[in-house]
């Protein structure tokens, strides 16, 4: 008789979906690096250009843009 303690179906549903975001993450890198990064970061720099449209504004400082989705700290709108 082996003296095992079989995980419980949480922790091996826990464990499945841990490997799954690993690995999603892992295949998803070389596409942020290579597309989504730059292509925000112009979209971003266009936005920042023709004004951001400040949604948010948490603690009085902290800004999110409705239009592009940037957050950052400073004075906005």
Known sequence: MSS???PSII???LKLE???KRKMEEFIKPYDRKVFNPAMTKLREECAAEG???IARITGIYRICGKCGESYIGKGK
Do not use: L, M
Request: glycine residues 8%; negative net charge; charged residues 60%.
């Open 4 to 6: 095992e303690i079989k």
């Open 18 to 20: 841990g490997e799954r």
């Open 11 to 13: 922790e091996q549903r």
């Open 52 to 54: 951001h449209d400040i």
